[in-house]
């Protein structure tokens, strides 16, 4: 093999599935890796299923408030009804609290869809530019309350069932069935078929998914010792000698060739290490430039708003500038002296979307796996007086002003990482076979009083980027309440026509995410809402749409 060779053309047709040593693989990433350099030494090709179709599951752990980002409460404009409520704003207009926005397509969306985010190549572009590939779902219950109940539902609507990623993973060719970036979110396979897992707490998730499961089911970690690489070898190659052997296939030379395949493998182990880290930061680059490059304010009423100032001078109420848990207490950040556009660093970050999306990149580009999800929390790092802290996901008591800014540059930096995601895909040619699911727990349920939010369930969301979906697409009713804390348009589901009345469950959701994926539904009682033709085109079943009611 040429040393020439680029580290993705190396993995390319090195990585690829064995009949040699499937269980094996089943159980190591880091045997399959390794194993698949040692046929590449022995000149031994594996053909690898190309039709293969991903699934990225996202979860957004806490569920932040949506409205600003992907939850378009008015996509019709001013022929929706709706309730006017403080705390789901989108913009600062007249000195008022609005929720404002704007006609893109043939939707209306929050604000911030008009600015920019940026590339890795430097350039920019707006946010809008993403929507021709983006259905959104709105509107759906989940039927009971609960952060960790509801994150299952969206991947396994039915206890006891199947999930998304378990059903698809069944399905596929790849020899991982499923990896879990962080909390395995309620995995079940028709077929009983494991899931890789890897922490997000350690500082090199990639070492973690290389060596969580090595052929000898351990998961310390893996190390470059002469001795550790030679007992895989050893290991590796006596099963492959033994398949070979069974299935009349000459392997000649093999001291010699395991002496190369030994040297290709330790170069290219080192070379994945050093790519890795690279892609990892030019995503953490992103990050930082939606936070601290003045080129990605959010704009007038977004960002470039003096929020102490204009507390100061309009008289706002207190609770507007709510905060979660500073000094392990609610706090009021006027009381700091804060001005929240100086709260945001260099060192802020959404948590695990760097790491998670890198992983991503390598499990596709590779073929290693087919399902996958992918745990994201909160903003970290936020500057408050002399604290760095983290805005919960969880925000009750994240007044309004605090939420439209914050949870506006949260969402902007994970529109970058997205978009970013998005460019790589459809550079490997692997967009149009890629679904990706963004979810929370649930939505919030706003407050009237401005002062925070509390666990929409009844009105829940998840948005879906892929290159199937060619026009912008948004499905399900919204309906508001007339009375109580939690008066106003916020996102709760209403009943649909096409459902006979009643309001889009978790279920339909999950059998529309089947139809695009090509699987069996996890949910049969709840009919797909999509359709997806000949050209692998998703579009909404006729009568399906969006309005409120």
């Known amino acids: 093999m040429s040393h020439n060779n680029s580290r993705r053309d190396f993995l390319k047709h090195t990585l690829m599935a064995s009949p040699f040593c499937m269980n094996a ?6 045997a399959l890796f390794l194993e698949s350099v040692i046929k590449k030494a022995y000149g031994i090709e594996d053909d690898i299923n190309a039709n293969n179709l991903n699934y990225v599951g996202i979860m957004m752990t806490g569920g932040p408030p949506r409205w600003m980002f992907d939850l378009p409460l008015r996509p019709n404009g001013n022929q929706d009804p709706f309730l006017d409520s403080p705390m789901v704003c989108t913009q600062i207009v007249n000195n008022q609290l609005t929720y404002a926005q704007k006609k893109i397509g043939q939707y209306y969306m929050p604000m911030m869809w008009d600015k920019y985010i940026p590339q890795v190549n430097g350039g920019r572009i707006k946010m809008s530019d993403m929507l021709q590939n983006i259905m959104m779902f709105r509107g759906y219950n989940l039927g009971v309350d609960g952060h960790s109940g509801n994150q299952i539902r969206h991947f396994r609507p039915n206890t006891g ?22 909390n395995t979110y309620g995995f079940s396979s028709p077929t009983g078929s494991s899931q890789v897992s890897v922490s997000l707490g350690d500082n090199d998730p990639l070492n973690t998914l290389l060596s969580n499961f090595r052929l000898n089911g351990g998961n ?13 070898f050893d290991q590796v190659l006596k099963s492959m000698e033994a398949k070979a ?21 330790k170069e290219e182990y080192g070379n994945l290490k050093d790519w890795y880290q690279t892609r990892y930061n030019e995503y953490r680059d992103l990050e930082r430039e939606c936070f601290t490059n003045s080129a990605y304010s959010l704009g007038s009423g977004i960002q470039d708003h003096p929020y102490f100032q204009f507390r100061e001078a309009h008289g706002l109420p207190n609770n507007y500038y709510k905060i979660n848990n500073i000094n392990q207490r609610d706090t009021h950040l006027p009381d700091w002296g804060v001005d929240l556009e100086q709260s945001l660093q260099a060192n802020t970050y959404v948590y695990a979307l760097s790491h998670t999306l890198t992983i991503a990149e390598f499990l596709i580009q590779n073929k290693l796996t087919s399902a996958m999800t992918l745990q994201w929390s909160n903003l970290r790092n936020i500057r408050i007086g002399t604290k760095n802290i983290g805005v919960t996901n969880d925000g009750h008591n994240n007044g309004a002003m605090t939420s439209l800014f914050l949870y506006s540059k ?11 995601f998005r460019n790589f895909l459809t550079q490997i040619g692997e967009f149009d076979k890629t679904v990706i699911q963004l979810s929370g727990d649930f939505n919030r349920s706003a407050r ?8 929409g369930w009844q009105g829940t969301n998840s948005t879906v980027l892929s290159g199937m979906v060619k026009e912008h697409a948004i ?29 889009m469950a978790f279920g339909h959701v999950a059998s529309s995410i089947a139809t695009m994926l090509e699987c069996d539904s996890t949910s049969e009682n709840n009919p797909s809402l999509v ?19």
């Open 475 to 503: 499905l399900g009713n919204c309906t508001a309440r007339t009375g109580g804390t939690h008066k106003g348009s916020w996102g709760e589901a209403g009943g649909m026509d096409f459902l006979g009345g009643s309001h």
């Open 25 to 30: 693989m089943r159980l190591s990433p880091f």
């Open 531 to 549: 359709s997806k033709d000949s050209n692998g085109e998703v579009r909404p079943i006729n009568g399906v749409g969006a309005k409120n009611v």
């Open 161 to 182: 069932g199947t999930s998304i990623d378990g059903q698809l993973g069944s399905e596929s060719s790849r020899p991982i069935p499923n990896v879990a970036c962080g």
């Open 220 to 232: 310390t970690p893996l190390t470059m010792k002469d001795s550790d690489v030679e007992a895989a």
């Open 410 to 420: 949260y969402f902007q930096a994970i529109a970058a990482g997205l978009n970013e």
């Open 245 to 265: 052997h069974k299935n009349n296939v000459p392997l000649q030379n093999a001291y010699k060739n395991r002496i190369n395949a030994k040297k290709v493998f």
């Open 448 to 455: 009237f009083s401005g002062s925070g939010s509390d666990h």
